[in-house]
């Protein structure tokens, strides 16, 4: 039997150095979850909103190398709601039945589809994962304040846009994203809930998000790395 066609949505503005490591780990997931289904069908859209640098080339290149049934869509809306409703929406048209939604800047692990498809089948229609940011990019100071404020664990009170999942009926039935520039992923959780769906917050999905400091959405993940002080 031929499952539900799944959908991933990436949002990106001038990406290129990131873009590829994204996809990289998006591949593995769906390579991963095609392992545990073999008729497991999955497809990507990146979502290139208002970018002046090479991210289309390097995601089209990396789509390539990868083996991604990969959509690249252009829009200037300077909005990342709209950039994820744009995205998910070329996602609904293809068939999709399983939204998994990410950042060009994030590293999904690769249990991520595999996990949800199992909270799916479980009969969940949203699902929340955890992000944790790359030390790589924070001092040992900012880091440990990070991890001193956040319980990673199962039923944890967290909503990211770098790593939530839904299904195309609670996406309908709770409107879309809006067009925001921030928050856009709180206010469909919030109408999604209110619908009465079945959600789940987990920590088995742990993602690895870029620590910078001067992110794209300023009132974001990278605004509250900065709050933490040096």
Do not use: K
């Not at 959908?7 to 997931?29: F, M, S, T, Y």
């Amino acid at each position: 039997m031929t499952r539900p066609r799944v959908g991933v949505v990436i949002p990106v503005r001038n990406e290129e150095q990131l873009l590829p490591r994204c996809l990289a780990a998006v591949a593995a997931a769906v390579a991963a979850l095609q392992d545990h289904d073999a008729s497991a069908q999955v497809s990507v859209a990146v979502v290139l909103d208002s970018c002046t640098d090479g991210s289309a080339r390097a995601a089209a290149q990396a789509g390539l190398r990868l083996g991604l049934d990969l959509h690249l869509l252009q829009t200037d809306s300077g909005s990342v709601g709209a950039a994820r409703a744009a995205g998910t929406a070329a996602m609904l048209g293809l068939g999709a039945q399983w939204i998994a939604v990410t950042d060009a800047d994030t590293v999904v692990p690769g249990g991520w589809l595999t996990i949800q498809r199992g909270f799916a089948d479980a009969g969940y229609e949203l699902v929340l994962g955890t992000v944790v940011p790359d030390a790589a990019d924070l001092s040992a100071q900012r880091l440990a304040r990070w991890h001193a404020e956040h319980r990673l664990a199962e039923g944890h009170p967290y909503i990211h846009g770098a790593n939530m999942a839904f299904s195309a009926r609670a996406y309908d039935a709770a409107g879309g994203f809006e067009a925001l520039h921030v928050h856009e992923d709180v206010q469909l959780v919030s109408r999604i809930r209110a619908a009465g769906a079945r959600w789940a917050a987990t920590d088995q999905i742990r993602a690895v998000t870029s620590g910078r400091l001067d992110g794209r959405a300023p009132g974001g993940f990278s605004g509250y790395l900065r709050r933490l002080g040096a």
